[in-house]
Every structure is written in structure tokens, then in C-alpha cells.
């Protein structure tokens, strides 16, 4: 096969509860556009059903004493304690099927990863994974299992050398952490600055401790940051640094929540960065396992998510959405009939503000970094 994408109508059926930004109904909605584009029926390319994790792989990284209470609260009803896990209130709400839930996008990480690894398609994609904050005892930022670094954890296993590329807007803090103290994986994490923005980590100062000294690697990027200095920063240090590191496979969390249109967030991406971006990932990854993220604005999310699988299968697709799939979905809010987003640029003092701030976030990591990453062997 030549690549392959891992879907499960279940995906969509969980609940945050109203008023809660995540809607699962944004990974239906994606599903439908790709589908309505005609990207689940290539040839060689297979949509895969995903399957719940076994409980060992969650294991790997979380605790035992955090998978009981999780598995605890899946009926719904909280538990007195839950809140020392990061659960049952604000951004991780308890509901029900929540254990079953985060066991299904898990597994459809890991069958991503099993197909990737034995090379059976060099490209895997899972939207509902990368839920990149979950904390080794506790839920955070919507995430409960951190399906990448549940990944990364069953590779490392296997003797790879894994990279980890995360363009959402938020710092991919519990990925960092994981992985924090090793050289084995290296992590690198473009996002909106700490400063303005959940989780408030991921500083360029924040580069690794002991053997994994220089192997954690963060670009914050200010408020009004657009698509040329997106595509910027990832060209000045990306490429690089993958090129010392040569891993054996790349995992990438492709979140959208960095797009201009995003409720939560204050970057001004459009999908002429991200695809941009998403196209110079496959280039450098020699085995490629994408995983999705945050997004809030639903219709943006299916955009982004259907542009990125018709890069990962080499499609051009025609610019208008297809009219059956406007007609199934009109009550969407797509605000144009377009899939792709006109060119948007910051001007004036602004921009150049935020340019010199980005300029000096690169030349900080060059020369405090970059010497850290040893060829590998
Ligand atoms: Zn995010």
C-alpha cells in the first residue's frame, strides 16, 4: 500500500459537553470532505479501522494508579479524587465512554505506527491522535492518553531513532516531558508563544536535560505571526536539525488550531503555510506517521486535515468544495465554497515587530542548539 489512513465512525460519537471548544463532529466533517473528494477510494491506499488499544501500551507511559481512575469515570459519573488527575472539570470533563474513547484513538495511533514501522505504507494518518498534553498522571488540555507519546514509547522499543514535529499552536508540553532526558527521540515544537497561550511552556531556553541536552527543541512564535514567518522558522532550523539527527521515522502532530480563523488561539496561518509546512514534512521524513490535533474552527479543520492526506498521496485538488458535500453539510459555516484559503500577510509595524522576535528565537537555537545534536551513527 502506499499509504493509509486509520478512521472509525466511533471517533465522532464522544461528547465534551456543551459549551466545550472540542467538538468530535469536526473529525466526521473531514472525514466526509476527503471522502466527497474522492481521497478514501485511491488505489493502494486502504481506510483502516481502528481498534482500541490494549490497556499495556497506555503503560508505556502513564500510570497505573491514572488508567484506573480513568478507566473509573468511563460511565460518566465523576469519582471523588478525579480532580487530582487533571479530571472532571473545565477542560477535561468527565463523560461518558471517556476511557473507551482515548483507548480508540490510541490504537488507531498505534495501528498507524505498526504500518508505518514494518513498512507495509511508509505513510500513516490518524486525525483523531496527537493529544500532545496529556501528563504521565493526569489529563490536561483536553487530552486524556497521549497517543504520541505512546508511539514514540513503542518505537524506541524497537531500537528507532524518532522525530517528533508539532506545528499546533500550543506547545506539545507532554511529548517534551517524556522525552525530555533522552537522545534517543528528538522534539521539535513550533507554536504560539507561552506567554500568551495554554500551556505557557515551551521557551527556546527549554532544550533538554543530561543525554537529551539540545534533543528538545522549541520555536515560540509571537501573536500575529503568518504564513512567511511560519514557513520561515521551520526552513531555519526544521531541515537542519533533521538532517544531524537522521531518525529512522518521522511523527508529526499536524494541529490547525494556528490558522487565522482559530477561536482559542492568535496565530494567522492560512492553509497556504500549512500546506506548505505539511509538504517539506514529507520530504524530510523517510517513514512518515501523522497524527492530528487541536482545531476549533470545525470547517478549517476539515479543509486543512483533507489538504494534508492529498499531499501525503501526491493529489492536486480542484479548488471549489464539492457541491454534494456542500449540499449534505451547508449548515457548517464554510465561509467560502473554497478549499483553500486566500494568501493573507501582516504588514506595517506589527509585522515587523513580530519578525524580530522570531529572527531572534532562530539565531538563539543556532547557536545554543544546533551544536548540541550529534550525527547519528
Ligand atoms: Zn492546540
Not at 532550523?237 to 531518525?247: D, G, T, Y
Amino acid at each position: 500500500m502506499k499509504t493509509s489512513f486509520i478512521y472509525s465512525e466511533d471517533f465522532a460519537k464522544n461528547d465534551y459537553g456543551a459549551g466545550h471548544p472540542l467538538r468530535s463532529f469536526r473529525l466526521k466533517l473531514t472525514y466526509e470532505l476527503m471522502k466527497a473528494y474522492g481521497l478514501l477510494s485511491l488505489p493502494d491506499v486502504p481506510v483502516i479501522q481502528a481498534i482500541p488499544a490494549e490497556e499495556k501500551y497506555l503503560l508505556l507511559y502513564h500510570t497505573r494508579d491514572y488508567i484506573d481512575m480513568l478507566n473509573g469515570v468511563n460511565n460518566g459519573v465523576e469519582i471523588p479524587g478525579e480532580e487530582n488527575y487533571g479530571l472532571g472539570f473545565g477542560d477535561n470533563p468527565v463523560f461518558e465512554g471517556v476511557y473507551e474513547w482515548s483507548r480508540l484513538v490510541t490504537g488507531a495511533s498505534l495501528q498507524a505506527a505498526e504500518l508505518v514501522d514494518s513498512g507495509a505504507a511508509p505513510i500513516s494518518f490518524n486525525v483523531s491522535g496527537g493529544l500532545h498534553h496529556a501528563l504521565a498522571s493526569k489529563a490536561s488540555g483536553f487530552c486524556y492518553i497521549n497517543d504520541p507519546v505512546i508511539v514514540i514509547s513503542s518505537l524506541l522499543r524497537k531500537g528507532k531513532r524518532v522525530a517528533y514535529i508539532d506545528i499546533d499552536a500550543h506547545h506539545g508540553d507532554g511529548v517534551q516531558d517524556a522525552f525530555y532526558r533522552t537522545d534517543k527521540v528528538l522534539t521539535i515544537s513550533l507554536h504560539e508563544s507561552g506567554l500568551y497561550l495554554f500551556p505557557g511552556t515551551g521557551f527556546e531556553t527549554e532544550m533538554g536535560e543530561g543525554e537529551g541536552r539540545g534533543y528538545s527543541v522549541n520555536i515560540p512564535m509571537p501573536p500575529s505571526s503568518d504564513d512567511e514567518l511560519f514557513v520561515y522558522a521551520f526552513d531555519e532550523v526544521v531541515p537542519s536539525l533533521l538532517k544531524k539527527f537522521k531518525p529512522n521515522i518521522v511523527v508529526s502532530q499536524l494541529g490547525v488550531d494556528s490558522f487565522i480563523t482559530d477561536p482559542l488561539t492568535h496565530l494567522k496561518y492560512t492553509t497556504n503555510g500549512f500546506c506548505e509546512v505539511v509538504g517539506k514534512i514529507k520530504e524530510l521524513s523517510p517513514r512518515w506517521i501523522a497524527l492530528g490535533g487541536g482545531g476549533y474552527d470545525v470547517t478549517n479543520v476539515a479543509k486543512a486535515w483533507t489538504l494534508a492526506w492529498a499531499i501525503m498521496n501526491e493529489v492536486d485538488l480542484p479548488n471549489a468544495l464539492p457541491e454534494a458535500f456542500l449540499e449534505q453539510y451547508p449548515l457548517e459555516g464554510f465561509r467560502s465554497r473554497k478549499l483553500r484559503d486566500k494568501e493573507y500577510q501582516e504588514t506595517g509595524a506589527q509585522k515587523k515587530k513580530v519578525k524580530a522576535e522570531v529572527s531572534r528565537v532562530i539565531l538563539w537555537i543556532k547557536e545554543n542548539v544546533f551544536p548540541l545534536i550529534s550525527t547519528s551513527p
